[in-house]
């Protein structure tokens, strides 16, 4: 919140200051949602108790219910989060950031005043609730992944949506023809790989621009699986779109932990395959070679290219890269999800991991907990219609995208990308 500013001395030397700026982007944003939330709670009270259950019926540990009064509670957790609110104002008032673990604590509360509100009179299962969220969340944290990879070397991947439609339809149909989940598994990179192929040379070849590629691509592998899906897979459904998929493996012992065993460890391979890849992605990145010349060339790629790094191969198939990992998040939907392919069965989830993407900062382990919290958002919209909440059924279809834009706009606004994401780069 400060910078240095070029000032003019009397004798007429050049003197630099410290220029102080408020942002109160983030202290705004936290007032709303305690306005909308004490608006809630107002205008539609909910009386009686809530129960949160935490763990499942089969569990090897049982925790008693908890059960809290619905309207008593409800302020309580109000009253603190307009005192986090007033804190980051405060903090914003005396020219510092808000800090992130408070940005964190308002909104798990926030979460958990809304969650006691909707659980008036009815069950909340906490544990569900989470391995829902997780599951999700799998595409999302594969696409986003697979943007913070492109963006870094400094191609803008906007075709994530395409790359997860090709992957899911490829690794249907692989599976089916095989019978083997982890052959579809290999198609979908492949497919990702593909649709990553034609944008890196058209980006970086032919210096087409690359928002407008990215668009386009995701336009043709849609018209191209819808026509595929009618004119193949349809009428040889049992053939071409019935892939043997993913079943759950259970870690003995760890599973068994309340709460966060079966989220964690009762999963699926391409759930696990989700925490390596995070994992080493997360450490690649900044402790490698390779994440090293990866900045370098999204940054700065004349300084790259002076010290001997190929900056337009290295974009080429670090891009190719980010397909592969984004094509696994493709094959969620068909090897796990859902038992077959379905034309646009990715329904935009694309273009909310690329807002993942921005939303955490082009980091790797930011960008999965933002998709995590939109996987979340995602499920607890199929939560307050099992609860019968008094919510229109069309405001929670919109749930997610709304929250999309909130995290973006309240809270990205004013963070840069990559220095040369979206350049194209010609040797002089």
């Known amino acids: 919140m400060s910078a240095l500013a070029p000032t003019a001395s009397a004798d007429g030397t050049i003197q630099l200051v410290t220029v102080r700026e408020r942002h109160f982007k983030t202290a705004i944003v936290l007032g709303a949602v305690v306005l909308l939330l004490a608006a809630l709670f107002l205008f539609v009270p909910r009386d009686g108790v809530s129960t949160f259950r935490l763990g ?6 049982a925790l008693p219910d908890v059960v809290l009064p619905t309207a008593a509670t409800c302020w309580i957790l109000l009253g603190i989060l307009v005192l986090l609110t007033a804190w980051a104002l405060w903090d914003t008032w005396s020219y510092r950031s808000p800090a992130l673990w408070l940005i964190i604590v308002f909104g798990v509360l926030a979460v958990f005043a809304f969650l006691v509100w909707a659980g008036a009179g009815g069950l909340v299962p906490v544990s569900s609730l989470l391995v829902g969220a997780v599951s999700l969340s799998v595409p999302l944290v594969f696409g986003a992944l697979g943007g913070v990879i492109g963006e870094r070397v400094g191609v803008v991947n906007v075709a994530i949506e395409g790359q997860l439609l090709l992957g899911a339809f490829t690794a249907a149909v692989l599976s089916s023809i095989t019978h083997n989940p982890f052959v579809g598994l290999i198609g979908a990179m492949i497919g990702g790989v593909l649709v990553a192929f034609v944008l890196a040379a058209f980006a970086i070849k032919y210096l087409v ?3 407008i590629v990215g668009v386009v691509l995701n336009v043709l592998v849609t018209g191209l699986t819808g026509f595929l ?3 193949l897979l349809a009428p040889n459904e049992s053939l071409l ?3 043997v998929r993913f079943t759950r493996i259970k870690i003995p012992l760890l599973s068994d932990i309340p709460i966060i065993g079966p989220v964690l460890f009762n999963q699926t391979f391409i759930v696990y395959l989700m925490f390596f890849t995070v994992a080493l992605v997360a450490w690649a990145l900044y402790r490698t070679r390779w994440g090293l010349r990866l900045r370098a060339v999204g940054e700065h790629p004349q300084a790259a290219d002076t010290v001997g790094i190929r ?3 290295s974009r080429f198939w670090n891009v190719s890269l980010a397909g592969a990992v984004a094509g696994i998040g493709g094959a969620y939907f068909t090897l796990v999800s859902v038992p077959q392919f379905g034309k646009e069965m990715t329904a935009g989830l694309g273009f909310i991991a690329l807002a993942a993407v921005i ?3 082009w980091d790797p382990i930011r960008a999965t907990l933002a998709a995590l919290m939109f996987g979340f958002v995602t499920n607890l919209q199929n939560l ?3 609860l019968k909440t008094p919510i229109p059924s069309e405001f929670m279809l919109m749930l997610p995208y709304l929250v999309t834009i909130l995290a973006v706009a309240g809270f990205a606004g004013q963070i840069r990308g990559p ?3 979206g350049k194209p780069y010609i040797k002089g």
């Open 56 to 61: 499942g019926r089969d569990s090897a540990f």
């Open 209 to 211: 621009e690359q928002v």
């Open 229 to 231: 899906y009618g004119a």
């Open 241 to 243: 779109n019935n892939p």
């Open 311 to 313: 900056v337009n191969t």
């Open 359 to 361: 939303f955490g900062r």
């Open 384 to 386: 307050l219609t099992v």
């Open 419 to 421: 220095a040369a994401a």
